[in-house]
């Protein structure tokens, strides 16, 4: 039955996550015949390079196919390797017809052991000039795996920069090289020939809107911010997620810091003028790369929410009680909430209690504090109060203060007469028992 889906199916055929390939043979024999087929998904379905051989030799006799997904799982094995992209190369010589291929999650350089296959690959991008779609994302193109183990190997994915870089493939918009544990020297090599030739690295779309990200390393948001920088790219995206790591520290604080990717994100921000919507949650961002992105948010008008700060309305001085309980928006969203109190003349109240991440720390789901303390965000907090005249109550309990900060704060309530604990003037009385109230 589903030989003869593939010989009889127009447009679409989708077979993927299938329990084994005893069929292949037929499968690639069928998809020699149909001449109607426009787009074929097989991905997840643990072919290796025996199964991408058959496939690719029937589809040299298709000139109908346009897109192509070879994409693997994570976790069921049978990942393409460099064998198999030499076989993918072998059918791009003779089909001129593909304009987008995926392989995202396959293991083209054999874990960095051998770099042919992705480098034929590359030079067969250079002379091709249908496709206009790679996904390469996920495949260890530089020899590190996730977890940061082997050797690392530049000279794939220097092959797939020269390649765009050649513009003889003068189709290709869109590729996808994230999640492939570049080094920051790669990162900014591939992100310059991309903005030269109007080129997304990150697979977004010029029709889309909104675009997920978290949960990526600094290099990848070096990649990001190229795409960010570039009109041509992402002229339509409105709303960005980049929760994550991007500082490159895990939820345990194990890693390397480092403010590449983010300055990187910042820089992008000050030239991007159709963000409005962006999430950059991350407890590790702060120093000079939380300085950065917050100035870059602050100014960008367009721009009207950022983790969770309703910065438009705060810029419209359009509230008199402001609630930002919990909404972990970090020492940069601190340093940004800071930024626009001066300019809210008609706020009275506002809460920022239980901000998990404001000064560096947050608590995990053992009630452990992890992070590292920086008083960067509430210091500017404390400036901000300094010098708006209308606040009268604030809330900013539950936020891991050291002594330090709580006796700064503590001093600039008193010379404004400003309640820190969200106690109204008109209040008779208060529980703070929930709290589980400690020093300072």
């Not at 977890?147 to 092959?159: L, P, S, V």
């Not at 963000?275 to 407890?283: M, P």
């Not at 008083?375 to 400036?383: C, P, S, T, Y």
Request: contains cysteine.
């Amino acid at each position: 039955m589903i030989v003869s889906k593939a010989k009889d199916r127009d447009g679409d055929l989708k077979m993927t996550n299938l329990p084994d390939w005893s069929g292949l043979n037929a499968l690639a024999d069928a998809f020699r015949v149909n001449g109607a087929l426009t787009s074929l998904d097989i991905s997840n379905n643990r072919m290796g390079d025996d199964g991408v051989k058959l496939i690719c030799e029937a589809l040299k006799q298709n000139s109908s196919l346009k897109v192509l997904d070879l994409n693997a799982s994570y976790t069921r094995g049978g990942e393409i390797g460099p064998q198999g992209a030499q076989y993918l190369v072998d059918m791009l010589s003779v089909n001129g017809g593909l304009t987008s291929i995926k392989m995202s999650g396959n293991d083209l350089t054999d874990s960095g052991g051998d770099m042919t296959g992705i480098k034929e690959l590359a030079a067969a991008l250079g002379v091709n000039g249908a496709l206009t779609q790679l996904d390469l994302s996920h495949n260890q193109l530089c020899g590190i795996d996730a977890d940061g183990k082997g050797q690392y190997n530049a000279e794939g994915i220097t092959a797939i920069a020269d390649a765009m870089r050649m513009r003889v493939n003068g189709g290709l918009t869109v590729a996808n090289l994230l999640g492939n544990q570049l080094d920051a020297e790669s990162a900014k090599m591939l992100a310059e020939v991309a903005k030269q030739k109007g080129i997304s690295l990150c697979g977004i779309q010029r029709d889309q809107t909104t675009a997920d990200f978290s949960l990526y390393e600094p290099p990848d948001a070096i990649l990001l911010a190229s795409d960010l920088s570039q009109a041509v790219v992402t002229g339509v995206l409105t709303s960005l997620d980049l929760e994550g790591t991007l500082c490159g520290l895990d939820s345990h604080g194990r890693g390397t810091y480092t403010a590449e990717g983010i300055t990187a994100i910042a820089e992008a921000l000050i030239v991007n003028g159709v963000l409005t919507g962006i999430n950059v949650r991350d407890g590790d961002i702060a120093g000079d790369g939380a300085t950065q992105l917050s100035a870059a948010v602050l100014g960008n008008i367009k721009i009207e929410m950022f983790n969770k700060i309703p910065i438009k309305e705060m810029r419209a001085d359009s509230f008199t009680e402001l609630d930002l309980k919990g909404k972990g928006f970090g020492v940069v969203g601190g340093m940004v909430v800071a930024g626009l109190i001066p300019v809210m003349g008609g706020l009275t109240s506002i809460d920022l209690s239980g901000n998990n991440w404001l000064c560096g720390i947050w608590t995990d789901g053992f009630g452990d504090q992890q992070g590292t303390y920086t008083a960067e965000g509430i210091i500017a907090i404390a400036d901000a109060l300094r010098v708006n005249g209308g606040l009268t109550v604030t809330n900013l309990l539950g936020n891991q203060l050291d002594a330090e900060s709580a006796k700064m704060l503590a001093e600039v309530a008193k010379l404004k007469d400003i309640s820190l604990c969200g106690i109204q003037r008109d209040q008779t009385t208060a529980d703070f028992s929930s709290y589980g109230l400690l020093p300072p």
